[in-house]
């Protein structure tokens, strides 16, 4: 049974690191096997559901719905970055560390990467990194600072080792952050590119052609030309004196001097020659005064996007939300090839040619971190805004000081922000973390079964045999780096839950205390600086910054050893074995 729990363990892995499978069926799929073979009851699986520290994470992300509504952390962010370099990334991490160490870092992310990212001072590619990467130490200063925690709280729970307190973390985190702030400062300065971001999309991304006066193509429909599915190149737009159509239906009739716009493989135009009275030219809208960028927003994939794992043609994206795709972006290299048969990936940017009605869909929330061209949710009064800003810091402390336990005073909180209509129910429903409840749910699923199988103890004896020479400490590093590895190649979250099994064998085979494994376990599985792929934070600032792999990899490495040093000689002094 154990060759099976591996084979599907193997599988689950591949499917993570493959990007291809949405981890909320591939997770869901391996505690699907494991519950078809009876190694845990269906009732079990389910039970996971409703374990508190899930339901208490639920709730922090939909009260920060709220939270993101204020203008706090905005308006901080348009006082950040003056000054020198150093100044002014110091200055980032301490507005963004303390506001995700209570706010989901992901939701603090999101409110600064437009603010971050116009800024006057700094090219974008010089900041949005350390954005991210202070996001990462802010969620290691309490509990609730980052989805990581809670679910290391949730197996801790389960397993019988007792919850950790809020401020459990907080003195190692405050360290950490230190050293991540100047490690980020000296790395930054010296490595970070000074890379500009392409703004003329049009001349990067379209292929125009002119419907000319005599051509047979007039009076005719978009479908009737066979103008609709060109493999290669995909028709996004059409403009008509002066006008844009977009996006363009099926049975639109063409017209003499319509500009037809395309995008895909700019070298795929000799496509358009057959079409008789078609004639063909690049670029040639003036930048300033074209309709095309009115027209323009530029979209990045959230994790719970229906997106990822599908392409466009896939996901009919003209009908899902009502504009066309005209390019793809994945860091600074902008993918070739029929955008319909491009994979999407969380964090990709997407250049959309908008209809009119765009902005009032209700699934953008859901489907997209960040859109450039399109105004913004209006902010709450500030009235409105110290009343929730202070609600919530008002559960939070009563929480602290254990006069409400802290679920019951989200829900309360949650609660009360509908009955205000600060939220609404459509608004929960929309960004409701259905997948993330899923995944975690699964995941609490699979470490039982790890556990009850043999196959953690099995893994345990492998990390043994390498680190056991130096004792209980070579076993802490050995789980520290385990969990580093799985985030770097799959992501935190699954990494915490994967090794979270293996850690406890590993302190119940040295008769030591959990706890020192566990914050080994939170700091290795939150410690994603060398690949954007890791963390949440950093897929969305790859596009946005316009990174490349190296980039990651020239600052995070040489942040991950120091990082990595310090902590580990730090965990023992803070949390004695």
């Known amino acids: ?215 047979p193509l007039i009076g005719k429909s978009i479908e009737e030309n066979g103008l609709r599915h060109l493999g290669r190149l995909f028709l996004v737009e059409v403009v008509r004196n002066g006008k844009l159509i977009s996006p363009v239906a099926p049975g639109e009739k063409l017209l003499a001097g319509d500009a037809l716009l395309f995008s895909g493989d700019a070298s795929a135009v000799s496509l358009l020659q057959k079409f008789p009275g078609l004639k063909l030219f690049r670029g040639t809208h003036d930048a300033e005064s074209s309709p095309l960028l009115n027209n323009l927003a530029e979209a990045y994939i959230s994790q719970q996007s229906v997106l990822v794992g599908k392409t466009v043609r896939d996901i009919n994206f003209r009908s899902q939300f009502g504009a066309a795709v005209v390019a793809i972006r994945r860091g600074s290299e902008r993918l070739e090839g029929p955008l319909s048969n491009i994979i999407l990936r969380t964090g990709d940017s997407l250049v959309l040619a908008v209809g009119e009605d765009f902005s009032r869909h209700t699934n953008l929330e859901r489907n997209f971190y960040l859109i450039n061209g399109i105004e913004a949710e209006p902010a709450l009064s500030p009235i409105h805004s110290v009343l929730v800003l202070a609600s919530f810091l008002l559960t939070l402390g009563l929480s602290v000081i254990g006069l409400l336990p802290l679920m019951e005073g989200l829900a309360f909180l949650l609660g009360g922000l509908v009955i205000t209509k600060v939220l609404t129910l459509a608004e929960i429903r929309r960004r409701f973390p259905f997948e993330m409840l899923v995944i975690v749910a699964a995941t609490l699923g699979i470490a039982q079964v790890l556990l009850t199988t043999g196959v953690a103890g099995s893994a345990a004896s492998g990390v043994n045999a390498v680190f056991g020479q130096w004792g209980v400490y070579g076993a802490l590093v050995g789980v520290y780096f385990l969990a580093l590895l799985f985030t770097e190649v799959i992501n935190n979250n699954a990494a915490a839950a994967l090794v979270f099994p293996i850690a406890m064998e590993m302190a119940n085979r040295w008769e030591a205390e959990p706890l020192p494994f566990i914050i080994a376990l939170i700091f290795g599985a939150s410690a994603s600086f060398i690949s954007p792929f890791g963390y949440q934070t950093n897929l969305m600032v790859f596009s946005a910054g316009n990174y490349r792999v190296q980039d990651f990899i020239r600052v995070g490495l040489p942040l991950s050893v120091v990082y990595s040093v310090v902590v580990l000689a730090l965990i023992p002094l803070f949390f004695p074995f």
């Open 1 to 215: 049974m154990k060759i099976i729990v591996f084979a599907t363990l193997a599988l689950l892995i591949g499917a993570l690191v493959s990007g291809r499978v949405r981890p909320v069926l591939a997770f869901t799929g391996a505690l699907g096997v494991f519950v078809a073979l009876d190694l845990i009851e269906l009732e079990s699986a389910l039970a996971n559901v409703v374990n508190p520290s899930l339901v208490t994470l639920v709730l922090l992300i939909l009260v920060s719905l709220a939270l993101q509504k204020t203008p706090l952390v905005s308006g901080l962010g348009n006082r950040l970055l003056r000054g020198g370099y150093s100044r002014g990334v110091c200055q980032l991490f301490g507005v963004v560390c303390t506001a995700s160490a209570v706010v989901n870092n992901t939701a603090v992310v999101a409110s600064l990467i437009s603010t971050v990212s116009r800024n006057r001072q700094f090219l974008a590619s010089r900041v949005l990194l350390p954005l991210s990467y202070a996001s990462i130490f802010g969620g290691g200063l309490t509990l609730i600072g980052s989805s990581t925690n809670m679910i290391v709280n949730s197996l801790a729970i389960q397993g019988g080792y007792g919850a950790l307190g809020f401020f459990t973390i907080t003195p190692l985190g405050l360290v950490m952050a230190g050293v991540g702030c100047l490690m980020t400062v000296l790395l930054g300065y010296r490595f970070l590119p000074k890379r500009q971001i392409e703004t003329r999309v049009q001349q990067n991304y379209f292929v125009e052609a002119r419907v000319g006066e005599d051509s």
